[in-house]
């Protein structure tokens, strides 16, 4: 791993650097303060591009007036996979260096809000083609190391898990910042908002928060915590060096490759299994059949029945097992030349029991 020392600057060469950082915290417990502190800092010092995505101002504001009206969390759930979709098509642009198109199935008002938030930040040019769907990238956005700073609580793990893994599918960097305060703080301070969430709620998530585990889940390694106190400055320089290390250690698809592989190999032979399945059922009836009107004498019929349900099932337990007694060396298992090597095995069997050669 390239430590943060190797990192480069505004300037840098070769891929572009890219990475997501998002806050994970309870309501209230100053993670919007802290994004837009952090977003300039690093705009400042590193020169690079910053998009604070601050999931409270996108999630349609009609939702939010009232809480009753408030989505389930289910709704909540679709609203936020909505928006990460919504970054992964200004990443794609991003990295391709090319124009940001509008998701087809998209919600109005959020990406309305969406867009605004990235004009905010100087990251999609206003001077855009939005009549027909697509927007213009500002040389900032595609010129200068990138980190987007996803602002939401992120209480649950798996909730982190889905960003993580568009950091995968990009090859992107991947880091998280735990904002820790205490609930009797983060709910005096809720308590000071004009739209004060309901106390329970945030009693609620502190009683369910799974703050970020990089013990148990290696894909959290990239994460600090960070004190509600002001930054000291040798917790500054761990941040930095987060950040950095993220940055210049983007996440790598192999795991998911040998899970991914392990997965098709499964569905593969499943679907191999099952075609065989049918197709040796077919052959088996339609054999009989013609025995039955060869006139092959009933006891006969019996034996051959039972021969021959013996060979599929010998067969299907061969595909089962992934060993290749009837299909020599080949590598790949086709459902094709299973079923000529059944035929063929079928036919030295038949042939015992029909008067003339079949
Ligand atoms: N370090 C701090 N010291 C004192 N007050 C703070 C601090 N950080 C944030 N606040 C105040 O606490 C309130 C909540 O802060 P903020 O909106 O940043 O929290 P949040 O974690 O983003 O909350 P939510 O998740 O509900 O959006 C604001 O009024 C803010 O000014």
Redesign the pocket.
């Given at each position: 791993m390239k430590t943060a020392e190797d990192a480069r600057g505004a300037c840098s060469e070769g891929p572009r650097e890219i990475g997501l950082c998002l806050?994970c915290?309870?309501?209230?417990?100053?993670?919007?303060?802290?994004?837009?502190a952090l977003s300039h800092q690093l705009r400042l010092e590193r020169g690079w591009a910053v998009g604070v995505v601050?999931y409270?101002d996108v999630m349609p504001d009609a939702f939010l007036e009232e809480a009753s009206a408030r989505p389930l969390p289910s709704q909540w759930k679709l609203l936020r996979q909505e928006l990460l979709k919504y970054l992964e098509y200004f990443l794609m642009a991003v990295i391709n260096g090319c124009q940001m198109s509008a998701p087809p199935n998209r919600t109005a008002t959020m990406w309305e809000h969406f867009i605004i938030c990235l004009k905010d930040q100087d990251l999609v040019s206003s001077a855009a083609l939005e009549t027909q769907s697509c927007y213009l990238l500002t040389k900032t956005a595609v010129s200068r190391p990138l980190f987007l700073i996803l602002?939401?609580?992120f209480y649950y793990q798996s909730m982190r898990y889905e960003v993580y893994q568009l950091a995968r599918k990009y090859s992107l960097g991947f880091c998280q910042l735990f904002?820790d305060?205490s609930l009797e703080?983060?709910l005096q301070?809720?308590g000071?908002?004009p739209q004060a969430?309901p106390a329970e709620t945030i009693h609620l998530m502190a009683r369910k928060i799974e703050k970020p585990n990089p013990e148990k889940n290696a894909w959290e390694h990239n994460s600090l915590t960070i004190q509600?106190?002001?930054c000291s400055s040798e917790a500054s320089l761990k941040l930095t060096d987060l950040l950095l290390t993220a940055l210049e250690n983007p996440v790598k698809d192999i795991e998911d490759n040998v899970e991914q592989k392990e997965t098709d190999r499964i569905i593969c032979s499943t679907n191999v299994l099952h075609q065989a399945d049918q197709t040796l059922r077919r052959i088996v009836s339609q054999t009989m059949k013609e025995a039955k009107d060869e006139q092959v004498v009933p006891f006969n019929l019996k034996l051959l029945a039972e021969e021959l349900n013996k060979l599929k099932a010998e067969f299907l337990e061969d595909l089962r097992h992934g060993n290749k007694k009837y299909l020599c060396s080949q590598q790949t298992i086709h459902v094709s030349d299973v079923i000529s090597f059944f035929h063929y095995e079928k036919d030295n069997i038949v042939q015992k029991y029909f008067s003339k050669p079949h």
């Open positions: 806050l915290g309870l309501p209230g417990a100053g993670k919007s303060t802290f994004a837009r601050t409270d602002d939401d609580n904002l305060c703080t983060c301070r809720n000071q908002r969430l509600n106190t002001p």
